[in-house]
């Protein structure tokens, strides 16, 4: 199924609870061939459509899993190239409720892996932030999964063009994807959708 198929039909209340629940029907396998069909228009009304829409760190990482444990998050976004790619997460091994992470992607030799912290938003000092919930590229984490590439900091190579000062302000769609967009010093005309990829047992 396209993604442009679950968003046909009547825009009325329930629309947000219909499409949540069919893609919490489909099977792993339907369900990110759908996500990743999203075309860039339907990345902006999703974000839009799902705005009072909350998550947290369990989205991205299930509970139960070890510390730096790697979980994987499929995503498309709206550039005209090289739209899909991976974000990758852990949970930190410290009693915070912070997630670590990084861009997997096929520029990476260019601008570097994108390494980021993910954790609730600090409303004290963010009060007018459009999500309770942030991937953070101004904080990078002091400790990585085993098989990822080296920490960088993310204003090396051409990644200050892309990652440095960013913040993806993120929004719940269903229980494996999500939605979020780009923020520099205010919106950005980028946004992406995520898919989780449940791990092993």
């Known amino acids: 199924m396209r993604f442009t198929t679950l968003l046909m039909g009547h825009h009325d209340d329930h629309m947000k609870a219909r499409l949540s629940a069919a893609l919490d029907r489909m099977d792993a396998k339907s369900r990110l061939a759908t996500c990743l069909s999203i075309e860039p228009k339907e990345q902006r009304v999703l974000w839009d459509l799902f705005e009072d829409s909350t998550l947290d760190a369990s989205h991205f990482v299930p509970p139960g ?5 790697e979980v994987i998050h499929h995503g498309k976004n709206t550039l005209p190239a090289h739209n899909f790619f991976q974000k990758r997460f852990c949970r930190a091994p410290d009693d915070s409720a912070d997630l670590y992470g990084y861009n997997h992607q096929s520029l990476s030799a260019f601008t570097g ?3 980021f912290v993910a954790h609730p938003v600090d409303r004290e000092r963010e009060k007018s932030a459009p999500t309770d919930y942030v991937i953070d590229y101004t904080r990078l984490p002091p400790k990585k999964a085993e098989p990822w590439p080296e920490i960088l900091p993310n204003e090396a190579r051409l ?3 892309v990652y440095a000062g960013m913040k993806d302000y993120m929004r719940k769609v269903s229980d494996h994807v999500s939605v979020g967009r780009a923020y520099k010093q205010g919106p950005m005309n980028a946004w992406f959708l995520l898919c989780r990829e449940d791990p092993a047992s």
């Open 65 to 69: 899993l070890e510390p730096l444990r």
């Open 159 to 161: 990644g200050r063009f």
């Open 113 to 115: 892996p994108g390494y």
